[in-house]
């Protein structure tokens, strides 16, 4: 016989209690996998939305001094890891010439739209892409609102040439999948067609870079900035780092976060049960230590079983949390309406899992087998485990201190950008971890004042209870361990998220509070001289309909300021309607006090690219002129992801001729938005406008919006039921341990009704206690993702109180606790009154 | 040399004391105080005194389960005190052997195993654990329960399996704290007479401590005990019944 021969022989003894331990490894290891999955799923899923909002990722090549340059300058970019493709883009405004006599002036950009279409960068509606020297495309809601189809012919004026070439639409391009480049370009030309039509060999305005989607930008921006000449740069644009990267920065941190807790989680859950499991042994160990078993032997016959029922039970959470990750993965794919998102089983994940749950039994016994081994010899082989030290450990005093220092020292250090954002996810953890280790101290008086709102007729049930959860503090710090983590994660993600959401949804709310989007094809050039007549023409018309409340008109056009690009917005608010901008540092009277004096107001993101600062004068160019123009504040705005410069419309036009309402917000008198469809579309039909309904744009707002919040949920209501395994087990454990008090209770008189309410009362406590600190660790986890956030999004967002999320989660909590209950209450009525007052 | 010092020493016990701290409060509980005791080869010495009067603390710090507050304890000429844990362990492992009043065996070994424990500790290979285990078995006279668990045994016959265990080492000295503390008359006398035979045949120290004075009686020399000292150490056997039966 050699040692593990005894622990076989246990094994067989008692297997309830080995396969317990595997099975809390096997839970733990299972949350870890699922979470990971279903966060990976998540962040595809994300990812996914992202490009659906911003397009194709982009890296833009183009003149320093701005200006076309010569293609030839530019070296070969193909073969730089990440790039799809190089496209080299013209845009110019052309006119068309319709058969009826109509005119229209459009945008007009020139690709090698062949190449684009075999690469899948470019899809068509209809037809074929245009080659040859009398073909185009059309964008398909220009084509409609013109009247258009595919072999439809119109005449095309080129510069120098007396008569207007004929030319056939060869295909209609699908609408959003040219937005990548087109820059509200409708109409697309063989590149080379352009280039004759306006006389400029060789000169591109432009060579836009995609991405592939799993390359980084900036590292990709940065391989291209290497090999260009000192006279091109390479740049991010301004439009690429949309509201929904935004959203999804704070949603991924949410991930890295629960990800992170998780496995904290893991610890906490695998670290009480073999704590248990080498506690019950207490009187074996100390047996064996008599006749002479060393520390070591007991801590290598500990860690060993540990290793293998760690391994074990990480095999079975592997398979068991790869089994719950599909159907998360697809209710988060069904949240995000990401088509067919399904997950990736890496191959390395079992074994990943194995050794997972193998390292975490193993770090998880060495306490205990600490424990077994530290105890006093005679205090070990005693009946009863002695009782809890008096007074707050100083090992939690100082792990308390020591773990928030670390938080704080990190959290700074993101703060100050001297670490990246996601660097806050360990630094989170270690105060989590902080939290929990106050639960020794903050436990007893926290489960006592509990105890005062135990009604009088449960007094004895309260008492043993109360009892019971402070004479095991250690285990009792695990096991509300495992709560605080899921309350905390439920409360401050909870809140981190919902606030990004309702930073977002706020401004769309001010943003666009109209019901329909009248514009412009084309609008973001300001190429359109005429078009201005024509707006004011629109304006008056759609004015005069009846139920319309107001109509706002709205100037865009793109510039560049301090050597970046951004998008001017001009914009007159009415007196009467709040401002669709939030002031930072500054009030809203103080931001209309500015904008009415001529000056104008910068996006955050904007500011923090270029570093302009409230109070700056900038030199801004647009249309090839640059003009002067003072930053009177900072604001939040997502247009463009907030790289945009705001100013009201007269300004636009005294400072960059900026004439034109490209864009129409018509409000309905309420509930007669629909009314105004058919008008609308009519009036848009006659002026080659293209009419979006607010609501479609809402409808996806908030389709992301909802899916990033469900899939958040659905991966903490995991958190819950695994922490409420882990109540479950310490309440069995302590059931057990109190077999013979329990027995004795019952042989002087204890109902059954009295040991079951005493059972739950105590998982009651434990649940309470755990979801108030985890409720304190939550909001302050919220101010810690929101903190970290800043650095990208330029600005703070406010962290507001949100009883429903707090509520939520407590409840859930209680609940869960209660449920808990259920098993170890049936094994105390259970436990056979004889046996388990002989028990030894 | 302290008067009850003998040449021949096994173990040998100087100026003992242990005061256990109580927590907070009060100076602590001084359970034993000053107590000189030397042990011969082959001696059978019974401890007796009442509940509360320091008699097993006595016994756990000459059998290295607690170490004293003061003094020292020599066990053949081996400073316990000098010794780290582990080397305490070692020794207790292979010079000691303990029986308590209860919990003795580990539920999940069968008899045999449960024998074979400290040779099993101390890494002996299977084939001289089960040998030496069958050979302490027999001594006691339990061989034809080996493969039994100890649940599926009497009081008695757990003892006697104790017993077994404690011998298994050959240890120098037997420690045994109310080893019929538990058990009914005619399994108290099985027991007493197996430690007597174990004296009397293999030469076996045996240190015992005991309530009943009918057990003591058996012993070679009896130390009586209260409040933590030792008050006096007469001869056991039949010299104490002589003395006990002089009166009458
Ligand atoms: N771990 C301890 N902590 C505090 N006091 C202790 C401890 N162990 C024993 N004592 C005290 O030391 C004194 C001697 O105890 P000990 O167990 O040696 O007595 P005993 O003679 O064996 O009694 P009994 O016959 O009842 O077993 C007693 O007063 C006891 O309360
Ligand atoms: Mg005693």
Same mark, same amino acid.
């Given at each position: ?840 | ?72 304890? =020599? +066990?053949? $000429?081996?400073?316990?005190? %000098? /010794? #780290?844990?582990?080397?305490? !362990? ?83 000295? =037997? +420690?045994? $704290?109310?080893?019929?503390? %538990? /058990? #009914?008359?005619?399994?108290? !006398? ?59």
């Amino acid at each position: 016989m050699r040692l593990w021969h005894l622990l076989l022989r246990q094994w067989r003894n008692r297997p309830g209690r080995a396969l317990a331990t595997a099975a809390s490894v096997a839970v733990a290891v299972a949350a870890v996998v699922a979470t990971w999955i279903s966060a990976d799923a998540s962040r595809a899923g994300y990812g996914r939305i992202a490009e659906a909002l911003d397009g194709i990722p982009v890296v833009d090549v183009s003149a320093r001094g701005g200006g076309r340059f010569v293609i030839d300058e530019l070296p070969p970019l193909a073969d730089v890891p990440g790039v799809r493709a190089a496209v080299p883009l013209i845009y110019r405004p052309a006119r068309l010439l319709l058969d009826d006599g109509r005119r229209i002036t459009q945008l007009a950009v020139g690709v090698d739209a062949v190449s684009l279409v075999r690469l899948g960068l470019l899809e068509l509606e209809a037809g074929e892409p245009c080659r040859d020297v009398d073909e185009l495309l059309l964008d398909a809601a220009l084509a409609r609102s013109l009247g258009l189809g595919v072999g439809d012919e119109l005449l095309v004026p080129a510069r120098r040439r007396l008569i207007p070439r004929r030319m056939r639409v060869s295909g209609l391009v699908k609408p959003g999948s040219a937005g990548w480049f087109a820059e509200g370009a409708d109409v697309v030309f063989d590149i080379q067609v352009l280039e004759a039509m306006s006389l400029a060999t060789a000169l591109v305005d432009r060579v836009r870079v995609a991405v592939a989607a799993d390359a980084s930008r900036p590292k990709v921006q940065q391989a291209i900035a290497a090999r260009l000449p000192t006279n091109l740069v390479a740049e991010i644009p301004a439009g690429q780092a949309s509201m929904a990267e935004d959203v999804l920065h704070s949603a991924n941190l949410g991930l890295d976060f629960v990800t992170g807790l998780t496995v904290a989680m893991a610890f906490f859950i695998v670290g009480n049960a073999m704590l248990m499991n080498v506690t019950e042994r207490r009187r074996g160990f100390s047996l064996l230590r008599l006749l002479g078993a060393t520390a070591r032997q007991i801590r290598r016959f500990v860690t060993t079983e540990a290793a293998i029922l760690g391994a074990a039970g990480g095999l079975v959470g592997a398979a068991a949390g790869l089994a719950a990750a599909g159907p998360i993965s697809a209710g988060i794919a069904r949240a995000l309406q990401a088509p067919a998102l399904g997950f990736a089983v890496q191959p390395w994940i079992l074994p990943a899992a194995v050794l997972l749950g193998f390292l975490v039994a193993v770090a998880a016994a060495w306490w205990p087998a600490r424990e077994a081994t530290a105890i006093d010899l005679l205090e070990g082989l005693a009946a009863a485990p002695a009782p809890p030290p008096q007074g707050v450990p100083l090992t939690f005093i100082l792990a308390v201190v020591g773990f928030a220092l670390i938080a704080l020292v990190n959290q700074a250090l993101v703060i100050l950008e001297v670490l990246p954002p996601r660097m806050t996810v360990p630094g989170g953890i270690t105060l989590l971890l902080a939290f929990v280790a106050t639960t020794p101290i903050l436990l007893p008086p926290i489960v006592r004042v509990l105890g005062w709102f135990v009604p009088r007729s449960l007094r004895i049930e309260g008492m043993l209870a109360t009892e019971q959860i402070l004479r095991q503090p250690v285990r009792t710090a695990l096991t509300t361990g495992v709560l605080i983590v899921a309350v905390s994660n439920g409360i401050g993600l909870g809140h981190a998220i919902r606030d990004n959401v309702d930073d977002v949804l706020g401004w769309y709310g001010r943003m666009m509070r109209a019901d329909w989007v009248l514009s412009h094809a084309g609008m973001l050039q300001g190429v359109a001289e005429a078009q201005s007549l024509d707006s004011k023409e629109v304006e008056k018309e759609v004015r005069a309909l009846p139920g319309v409340a107001s109509v706002e008109g709205l100037g865009v056009t793109t510039g560049r300021v301090a050597g970046g690009a951004c998008v001017i917005v001009a914009r007159d608010v009415p007196a009467d309607q709040p401002l669709p901008l939030l002031p930072v540092d500054a009030t809203e009277a103080e931001l209309r006090a500015a904008l009415d004096r001529g000056d104008a107001v910068a996006g955050t993101v904007l500011a923090r690219r270029t570093g302009i600062k409230a109070g700056d004068e900038v030199s801004v160019e647009v249309f090839g002129r640059t003009v002067p123009v003072k930053i009177a504040a900072l604001v939040v705005d997502y247009t463009s992801g907030g790289a945009s410069l705001h100013v009201r419309r007269e300004t636009a036009r005294s400072l960059f001729g900026l004439r034109s309402a490209d864009i129409l917000l018509v409000t309905a008198e309420p509930g007669r938005s629909e009314e105004l469809r058919e008008p609308l579309e009519r009036i848009v039909a006659d002026h080659t406008m293209i009419l979006r309904s607010f609501g479609e744009v809402q409808r996806f707002v908030d389709r992301i919006v909802g899916g990033v919040v469900n899939s958040l949920w659905a991966i903490l209501g995991l958190g819950f039921v695994v922490g409420s395994l882990g109540v479950a087990n310490t309440v069995t454990m302590n059931v057990l341990e109190k077999k013979r008090t329990l027995g004795l209770l019952r042989a002087v008189g204890m109902t059954r009704g009295q040991v079951t309410r005493m059972v739950v009362l105590e998982s009651l406590l434990l649940g309470a206690a755990g979801g108030l600190i985890g409720l304190a660790a939550g909001l302050v986890t919220a101010v810690f993702i929101q903190l970290a956030s800043q650095p990208l999004l330029g600005h703070p967002i406010n962290v507001t109180f949100r009883p429903g999320v707090v509520l939520t989660n407590l409840a859930a909590a209680i609940a869960v606790t209660t449920l808990a209950a259920w098993l170890p209450a049936r094994r105390a009525v259970r436990l056979d009154l004889l046996e388990s007052i002989s028990a030894e | 040399m302290p008067p009850n010092f003998l040449p021949s020493s096994i173990v040998r016990a100087e100026g003992l004391e242990k005061t256990f701290a109580t927590a907070g409060v009060g100076p602590g509980v001084p359970a034993v105080q000053a107590v000189d005791l030397d042990v011969a080869r082959g001696e059978f010495v019974a401890i007796t005194g009442a509940s509360g009067s320091g008699k097993s603390t006595l016994l756990h710090m000459l059998g290295g389960i607690t170490r004293p507050s003061a003094g020292r304890v =020599l +066990l053949e $000429d081996t400073d316990l005190a %000098a /010794l #780290d844990d582990d080397g305490l !362990a070692a020794i207790r492992r292979r010079r000691i052997g303990f029986v308590f009043q209860r919990y003795n065996l580990l539920p999940e070994l069968s008899l045999e195993e449960n024998v074979a424990l400290p040779l099993v500790l101390d890494g002996a290979t299977a084939a001289t654990c089960s040998e030496a285990a069958r050979e302490a078995l027999a001594a006691v006279g339990m061989s034809h329960r080996a493969a039994h668990r100890p649940d599926a045994l009497s009081g008695g016959e757990q003892q006697r399996g104790a017993i077994a265990r404690a011998l298994v080492t050959s240890p120098a000295i =037997l +420690l045994a $704290d109310e080893p019929t503390g %538990a /058990l #009914d008359s005619v399994n108290s !006398a099985n027991v007493l007479a197996l430690l007597q035979s174990l004296v009397r045949d293999r030469g076996q120290t045996v240190i015992l401590v005991t309530h009943d004075p009918g057990i003591a009686a058996a012993a070679g020399r009896i130390v009586r005990m209260r409040d933590g000292r030792i008050v006096e150490i007469v001869p056991g056997g039949s010299a104490a019944c002589a003395t006990e039966a002089a009166p009458r």
